[in-house]
């Protein structure tokens, strides 16, 4: 079946670091890719997606792009602040219905 | 727009009891889900619709029951709560068309334990 796999947290940083979190994914087909973030005691929110390969999604100085030869969806950020401390989450749909989740990646930043 | 709306917040129960988590959205999406988060697996769907009267399966629906009898409102009923069914629950919606076509939009979500 259809799965994703994300780096393995915690990530600790300190302010202006570079982030990564890297995200691959199993599917028959070519699915629809996002990364969700939930804030600490709040539910998930779209950060960014993609629909197609090469596709680049970025919002909030995040990016990530599609690559369809490596499977994979990456998020990157080149200087993060201590409010994008959050769990991060990568994940594919091929409907409007069913995402497929990665496990979360717990990404806390330090002043 | 409220967006999506879950209530309660919190719950406990002893095992065996049986309850409802309510969930309504607001932006007259077609779609929409209940997935469970637990401690490092991500999220997962337990039911979803794709419109009022339609509901089917997901990844993890038994001890879960669904009905939509409108476009507004998909609660999700736990039929005699176990230990296992101790998680956090979210309930999803999407519009199905538009330039938002295929993102889900979250509610604040419900914790639920269970002893």
């Known amino acids: 079946g259809d799965s994703v796999t994300q780096m393995e947290g915690p990530v600790t940083l300190s302010e202006e670091a570079f982030l990564t979190i890297n995200c691959t994914y199993t599917?028959?087909?070519?699915?629809?890719l996002f990364w969700y973030v939930q804030y600490p005691g709040e539910g998930l929110q779209l950060l960014l997606k993609a629909t197609k390969a090469d596709d680049k999604g970025s919002n909030k100085g995040f990016e990530a792009t599609y690559r369809k030869e490596t499977t994979s969806f990456h998020l990157e950020k080149g200087s993060v602040q201590v409010s994008d401390s959050a769990v991060y989450f990568c994940?594919?749909?091929?409907?409007?219905?069913?995402?497929?989740f990665g496990a979360g990646t717990t990404v806390t930043v330090r002043a | 727009n409220a967006g999506v709306t879950q209530t309660p917040k919190f719950q406990v129960l002893k095992t065996g009891q049986s309850m409802t988590l309510q969930c309504a959205q607001d932006?007259?999406?077609?779609?929409m889900s209940w997935y469970r988060q637990d401690p490092g697996m991500g999220l997962r769907l337990i039911h979803y619709?794709?419109?009022?009267?339609?509901?089917d399966q997901g990844e993890v629906p038994n001890g879960y029951n669904v009905s939509r009898s409108t476009t507004e409102d998909f609660p999700l009923r736990l039929l005699s709560a176990a230990p296992s069914q101790t998680s956090v629950y979210f309930c999803?919606?999407?519009?199905?068309?538009?330039?938002?076509?295929?993102?889900?939009?979250f509610g604040p979500g419900t914790r639920l334990t269970v002893l």
């Open positions: 999803a919606s999407s519009p199905g068309q538009g330039v938002s076509y295929n993102e889900q939009f």
């Open positions: 994940a594919l749909s091929f409907n409007d219905y069913k995402l497929s």
């Open positions: 619709s794709v419109g009022a009267g339609i509901t």
């Open positions: 599917a028959t087909g070519y699915p629809s």
């Open positions: 932006m007259n999406h077609e779609y």
